[in-house]
Nanobody, 112 residues
Framework: QVQLVESGGGLVQSGGSLRLSCAASGRVASNYDMAWYRQAPGKQRELVARISSGGTTKYADSVKGRFTISRDNAKNTVYLQMNVLKPDDTANYYC??????WGQGTQVTVSS
């Protein structure tokens, strides 16, 4: 059973930064593609960023230039560095493994 545990969410003012972490059991985070999704109230879950096992990254247009996804294979952890946060970034952020596993989510709230 794969477990993904997110942390790092919280309340931040517009323009601020947060770093989310996703700790994975086993070698999931280092051997497979991983991604961050988010879901705001009343909206569909959307892809925020994805990183391949080889390190190739992909971002939603809305976060390009502000968010950075990375991985630490030694720690089996994936990160999402979020800078210049906006109120529209407010959502529950989920870690996802292409093996089909989701984390429990971590709430990010950006105040204006």
């Amino acid at each position: 059973q794969v477990q993904l545990v997110e942390s790092g969410g919280g309340l931040v003012q517009s323009g601020g930064s947060l770093r989310l972490s996703c700790a994975a059991s086993g070698r999931v985070a280092s051997n497979y593609d991983m991604a961050w999704y988010r879901q705001a109230p009343g909206k569909q879950r959307e892809l925020v960023a994805r990183i391949s096992s080889g390190g190739t990254t992909k971002y939603a247009d809305s976060v390009k230039g502000r968010f950075t996804i990375s991985r630490d294979n030694a720690k089996n952890t994936v990160y999402l560095q979020m800078n210049v946060l906006k109120p529209d970034d407010t959502a529950n952020y989920y870690c996802y493994s292409v093996l089909g596993y989701w984390g429990q989510g971590t709430q990010v709230t950006v105040s204006s």
